[in-house]
């Protein structure tokens, strides 16, 4: 009998994925989405859906009810995840939540306490419940966002401020494997993970392998913050302050974000699927 598990953020890249996997495994699972999203999963074979919302405190029992595990994460845009997170971790250990998995994000343990995300760990770390830690390097999936599948089918190329730097970039798919590994597995209970991909790729380096998959002719481009002022008012894309995608590819120029980390395999006895892989995969996308 199989303990049932709880995922948040059951539509997204990662834990979308996760239901799936659990689900494939006969693990029972119980998909936790904004109320909108509930018909995704109604018609899923050994899949609940629950509605769910981090500031609506009156869906965190019924998701909770007879769960043994939870994954949980964050919105990409949460400015302060601990106000999110840390109630529902709080509730969860009252329900008798036995073992907890969290995705935060690379270095995130060497931030200091300001950061959101750093709180949520130490929060769930001092929480007496059993706890996996997930911190995955930048997605392979942020070539599919808005702005830059918009420079790639108006422009013919990917113009990010990125200078010549390198990202170890891992696919949601592997992130996903590695957790419901650690959901489903005792031997994760204690464990922090810092997740990444196979190999380390320039900007240039990923644009040559949509290129390969696509049969199209992408080129990245180095780009100025005022030269990326002027394409976002041409072709969209991007919902924020342009000062934070510099702000953001500040760590890629720096090397922060370059190392291989052997996890995927050590916990999937696999190797990271490729981008190669990856663009192949989604080679639609960008046409």
């Known amino acids: ?45 050994g899949v609940e859906a629950v509605p769910y919302d981090f500031y609506q405190e009156e869906t965190f029992a019924p998701a909770l009810a007879g769960v043994q595990r939870l994954y949980m994460m964050c919105k990409d845009d949460e400015s302060a995840p601990d106000l999110a997170l840390n109630p529902f971790v709080d509730q969860a250990k009252a329900a008798g939540v036995e073992h907890i998995v969290l995705m935060t994000g690379i270095h995130v343990d060497k931030a200091p306490d300001t950061v959101g995300y750093r709180r949520v760990e130490k929060h769930l770390m001092a929480s007496g419940v059993a706890y996996t830690i997930l911190r995955p390097t930048w997605f392979m999936q942020i070539f599919q966002t808005p702005f830059v599948l918009a420079t790639v089918k108006q422009r013919d190329g990917i113009y990010l401020p990125a200078s010549d730097g390198k990202v170890s970039f891992i696919d949601a798919r592997d992130i996903a494997a590695v957790a419901a590994a650690a959901l489903s597995e005792e031997s994760h209970a204690g464990q922090e993970y810092t997740l990444t991909g196979g190999e380390s790729l320039s900007f240039a380096d ?27 008012a041409e072709v969209g894309g991007w919902p924020g302050p342009i000062e934070f995608l510099d702000l953001m590819f500040k760590t890629v120029r720096s090397g922060a974000v370059e190392a291989v980390y052997p996890t995927v395999r050590g916990v999937t006895g696999r190797d990271p699927i490729t981008f190669a892989q990856f663009a192949h995969d989604h080679a639609a996308i960008w046409q």
């Open 1 to 45: 009998m199989h303990d049932r598990i709880l995922v948040l953020g059951a539509t997204g890249n990662v834990g979308g994925q996760i239901v799936r996997e659990l689900a494939a495994k006969g693990i029972p699972v119980k998909a936790a989405v904004y109320p909108p999203e509930l018909p995704a999963y109604r018609s899923v074979p």
């Open 206 to 232: 990923v644009a040559a392998a949509i290129a390969k998959a696509t049969g199209r002719d992408i080129r990245y481009v180095d780009s100025s913050l005022e030269e990326l002022r002027q394409l976002v």
